[in-house]
């Protein structure tokens, strides 16, 4: 029950969390003891529950949901994320939440290491200190170097491998670390 475990981690009563979310009590109650699916709940409440616990709906849905969002999906929730929380909150709420010990203790190895690559990202860009709590990750490398999805289909289009060394040119230095490629984090609509 991941509602559990945030509420545990938080130090947050059921009560509290009921409260803070607007959602009656005896539903985070049915929730918690696994009597009630939150995969079954309204969006709505989904929604409110990942505001009041600092955390994304999907994030909330994972563990019920026996597929993953695709990485283009959850790569544009984060930067979603940084833009609307801004930088710093964005870091606290990762780092308060353990978002990516979560994702690497599920296997999710891309989710985690670009999400490790933004926290580290955003706080070179802030002249931040980064956080050890994540050292054991930092070597961590993906088999094979993940592109974004327009440079797939640049190089699909036209019958060149160019777009990827292009995207290698530009490539932010805390992603490649990962072998993950990517050059822009800002640009969300």
């Known amino acids: 029950m991941i509602v559990n ?3 545990e981690q938080k130090n947050m009563t059921k009560y509290k969390l009921a409260k803070l979310a607007n959602v009656p009590q005896t539903t985070i109650i049915d929730i918690c003891s696994g009597k009630t699916k939150i995969d079954k709940c309204a969006a709505g ?8 616990l600092d955390t994304s709906m999907e994030f909330l849905l994972s563990a019920e949901v026996e597929e993953r969002p695709t990485f283009e999906i959850f790569k544009s929730s984060v930067c979603h994320n940084v833009k609307e929380m801004g ?4 870091i606290f709420s990762v780092l308060q939440n353990d978002d990516v010990r979560k994702f690497y203790n599920k296997h999710w ?43 797939y289909v640049m190089c699909m289009a036209s019958g060149s491998e160019q777009a990827k060394s292009e ?13 993950i490629v990517e050059s822009e984090v800002r640009n969300v609509c």
């Open 45 to 52: 409440t989904i929604y409110k529950l990942a505001k009041a």
């Open 5 to 7: 475990e945030i509420l």
């Open 109 to 151: 190895y891309l989710e985690s290491l670009y999400l490790l690559a933004m926290l580290d990202f955003i706080s070179r860009e802030n002249n931040i200190p980064l956080c050890t709590k994540y050292n054991d990750l930092r070597n961590a490398r993906l088999q094979e170097t993940v592109y974004p999805i327009g440079v």
């Open 87 to 90: 930088d710093l909150n964005f």
């Open 167 to 179: 995207g290698l040119a530009d490539a932010i230095p805390e992603f490649m670390r990962h072998n």
